[in-house]
């Protein structure tokens, strides 16, 4: 059974701090993808990134980075710089063909608030 | 533009009282799918339909119901609706056939039950 497991429940950060939202997933599959959403407080799910299991280059865009490491079965979140309207929930999420349909999971979030 | 459209948006309901919360998406995905997200649990899937007239339980089923009977609609059926549903609802949608498919949810219907 696939499994995301998102450890930090809340993290608070001064303006301008760097942080990491962690996230470790487990799968049986050889092919899978991850990704993360940010929830603004407004309440909707806004798609960050998708990465695909065969693709460990990390990647950045802009104050984001992330990481993703097939060895340690974790795909991390940094925000570098951060700043006041990155305040949210993330989640990070990973998916599975199964079946012939994608099966998606969801790890429990992770609270960021960036204090001014 | 394409889009998921859930309705209501807001509700506020009482124990026992039917409701339906709408979903339409215009993109012609095949797959469809709810959600709710509760605190300290993250998204939870409900139900999933891989098709029209194609539906299944997904991990949290029980007091839910849904149809497909056109490929574009969706509908979340509360037949008797209990506190515990109180939730925030997420619609989704995706083409089917790949585990990379972008998934679009609608905005998201702030559900009470009281």
């Known amino acids: 059974a696939q499994k995301v497991t998102q450890a930090q429940t809340e993290i608070s950060v001064v303006e301008k701090e760097d942080v990491t939202l962690d996230c470790v997933y487990e799968?049986?599959?050889?092919?899978?993808?991850l990704f993360w959403y940010k929830q603004p407080p407004s309440g909707e799910l806004v798609f960050l990134i998708r990465?695909?299991?065969?693709?460990?280059q990390n990647e950045i865009s802009g104050r984001y980075s992330w990481n993703f490491q097939k060895s340690t079965s974790s795909f991390n979140f940094t925000i570098t710089a951060s700043q006041v309207v990155d305040s949210a929930v993330y989640f990070c999420?990973?998916?599975?063909?199964?079946?012939?349909?994608?099966?998606?999971?969801f790890g429990i979030g992770t609270k960021l608030q960036v204090i001014p | 533009e394409a889009q998921v459209t859930q309705n209501p948006r807001y509700l506020i309901t009482v124990t026992g009282k039917k409701l339906t919360v709408t979903c339409s998406q215009n993109?012609?995905?095949?797959?469809m799918s709810w959600y709710r997200q509760d605190p300290g649990l993250g998204l939870r899937q409900i139900y999933y339909?891989?098709?029209?007239?194609?539906?299944d339980k997904g991990d949290v089923p029980e007091g839910y119901k849904v149809s497909r009977k056109e490929k574009r609609n969706f509908p979340l059926i509360l037949e008797s609706p209990s506190p515990n549903q109180t939730s925030l609802y997420f619609c989704?949608?995706?083409?089917?056939?790949?585990?990379?498919?972008?998934?679009?949810f609608g905005e998201g219907s702030w559900l009470t039950v009281v």
């Open positions: 989704a949608s995706s083409d089917r056939d790949s585990a990379g498919n972008t998934i679009y």
């Open positions: 799968t049986r599959d050889t092919t899978y993808y």
């Open positions: 990465r695909n299991s065969f693709d460990e």
């Open positions: 999420a990973l998916s599975e063909a199964s079946g012939g349909y994608q099966k998606v999971t």
């Open positions: 993109m012609n995905h095949e797959y």
């Open positions: 339909s891989m098709n029209v007239e194609v539906t």
